[in-house]
């Protein structure tokens, strides 16, 4: 490996903020802040969304029903006075 041209791999801790839910994962992410956690100090990265307050992989998505082509074609003229 060349010396001096990778970014630096490091133990970064991000805080989903939406589920206030904190990891720590490695990553060559640069960030000015520093947080303790669990009694060491990482760099902090703040989080909008992350696989702890995703609908998707939470469970929590709702599902759109797709009816068939039949089930609307009846549903739209289906007679009201059977």
Do not use: C, W
């Not at 990553?27 to 307050?53: C, N, R």
């Amino acid at each position: 490996m060349k010396q001096g041209i990778h970014p630096e791999y490091r133990d970064v801790l991000f805080h989903d903020t939406a589920s206030d839910t904190y990891f720590v994962i490695g990553s060559t992410l640069k960030t000015t802040q520093t947080a303790d956690f669990e009694g060491k100090t990482y760099p902090y990265m703040t989080l909008d969304v992350s696989s702890a307050s995703h609908p998707f992989y939470t469970g929590k998505q709702s599902v759109a029903k797709n009816d068939g082509r039949i089930a609307k074609f009846n549903k739209r003229f289906s007679r009201k006075d059977k």
